[in-house]
């Protein structure tokens, strides 16, 4: 349903708009030819999904999803077949990306299809693409604009709406899905094609499909025999046992609490060691859980005494309670795994299957996968987000993260970068220069220009820190600097502008100035009445001294002091506000020890508060 298709009661009220569930993608392929009848248009969508399953049997033999899977069906709304998908992909978000390259695969086969794909969030191709999108482009016309064809992003421009009578509207509608089949059906070179923008909204799937197997990881582990049967007949079962043991309730482990082992799916007897493959998300939810052992398992684990015989048997034993509780849990038993894995047991509690035997489980793959991947070193972090990096050297410790992680991270750096250098922001919000300004919808090329989207942008944290520092009134950190220990000026490409690197003065504009004097003139006011009492120790500029220092030191250290203050130059006095001092102070003492302004302030500037001591001390 769309936005402007919502009638209100007493207008024939058919109900909300539809929201797709969390972390969920849906995809819809059309075919848009209306040469073709409703029986051949089945067909060939019938064609599409059986190459969609060849195609996903191919690259996804030994995958393993986190949540749903890829898939097609054929449906028919108002008329009009199509092959629609849903699927949920919990917290692996590459897997959303999967389906993404998948499809994109597909529209290169089949030049006649065309291709919709969104999420929770909308348009999320466009929103990966934020950084060059074109300013017309916003979320409230953006809804049925991007389509996938012959594996490039397209986009639907803005047409020069009419009222009826001719005249043009300002103010461009959203696009409804018809509106969209009809522009599709039409001249297709209207549409418009960016490769910036293309490579922008693409670029979390450049790896694959090399990037489908680094997505997986095998662990050996010890666990029953039974559940090793389990895997060795569907290794994607794990991950519905994965995702009961991470929001697993009080409820699902009401019988891992009970001592004895009565009434449990797979008991801690007859263990082995296996290999089990794991998303690696997956196996970091397990992992990292903090899980007190089950008395079922307490002494088997506690046995143990080799570190790595017992870390194999803990990860076996979260994995096991995981088969547990899915099994048990009365909200999970018509789900499709459950039922599988009940069907599984049943045979082998008849007789008619047979748990594998040692020699067979020798012939099962035994190579573990590195886990290094889990460590994150803070050194590293720190080095990757300042674009740092380990100068192309790789650590004995394998770095921060895989090589993916790392270049996110600096991509994620680098728009923050170009965010806090933008500009052109304004009461809007941010702008960005290369955006078209083609608000009134006149002229829409086929293509944006990619000139100009590297500009030399980057943060300079020094002079953050030395102007927080004086708009806040508190001492620099070295002596003023000289005319000769500026930094050079640099040239602007963008704008054509001399702009100073640190502390350049900038011509101020007319209005600046009058700005300027109704500011000292409202301070003069305010000081003339006592309401700005900025030294609450007149007679002591040039040293920040609290009352309680006179009756610390003696007279001849304050002379010594004193004397000392006469020989300093003007440009080395402290002259620090102490209103604001005591303010900061304050500020920071009211976080009760956790994150707040104060705090977050003085550590971008490099300065950590000691922990506030008791008042009474």
Known sequence: MEKRDLKWFGEGFDGFPKK??????????????????????????????????????????????????????LFQEDGQSFLRGTTIYGDSVEDE???????????KT???IWIRIVDTDGEFLLIEAANVLPRWLNPEIADNRVWLNRGQLLIIPLSQPTDGSGRENAVPDALTLQDACKCIQGDRSRFLHSPLLEAEAFYRIRDYPNQISKSLHSACLTIPRRLAYVLGEKAAYISPAIEAFYLRDPIAMR?????????????????????????????????????????????IIAALHDKASRARAV???????GFEMLLSDPQNQDKRPVREIKMLLEDIDRGGEQLPKDSELADWPQQEDDDSWLDIDFQDFERELGGKGTGGKPKSGGGFGDKTAQENL???????????????????????????DNDDGEDFPSSLSSEGEDKGVSFDEAQFASTMREM????????????????PRVKDDTKGLEVDQITGVVAESDEERETQKLTEAMEAELKAAGALQLDP????????????????????????????????????????????????LESFKSQAGVAGPSGNLMGLMGMYFPRDEDDQK
């Open 255 to 299: 019988l891992l609490r009970l001592p004895s082992t009565e009434g449990l799916v797979f008991p801690p007897t007859d263990l082995v060691n296996v290999l089990v493959k794991f998303t690696k998300v997956g196996y970091a939810q397990l992992k990292s859980q903090q899980f007190t052992i089950p008395p079922a398992w307490a002494e």
């Open 110 to 112: 089949f030049p006649e």
């Open 410 to 436: 600096q991509k994620i750096v680098s728009r923050f970068e170009d965010f806090l250098n933008d500009d052109m922001a304004g009461c809007d919000g941010a702008e960005y220069p290369d955006d078209m």
């Open 472 to 487: 806040m009134g508190m001492p620099p950190e070295t002596e003023a600097r000289t005319e000769s220990d500026h930094a």
């Open 20 to 73: 797709l569930p969390e972390d969920c993608v849906q995809y819809t392929v059309r075919i848009l030819d209306s040469k073709l009848s409703d029986t051949e248009l089945r067909q060939r969508l019938r064609h599409v999904r059986s190459a969609a399953h060849t195609l996903t049997k191919k690259l996804l033999n030994s995958f393993i999803w986190q949540r749903d899977s890829f898939g097609l069906e």
């Open 97 to 107: 990306w999967l389906i993404v390259y998948l499809l994109r695969e597909l529209s």
């Open 315 to 321: 990860m076996g034993m979260k994995l096991t309670c």
């Open 537 to 584: 120790y007149p007679g002591r500029s040039g040293n920040w001294e609290s009352p309680q220092l006179d009756s610390v030191v003696g007279d001849s250290v304050a002379g010594e002091v004193s004397h000392e203050d006469e020989r300093t130059s003007e440009d080395n006095k402290l002259d620090v506000d102490y209103n604001l001092a005591k303010n900061l």
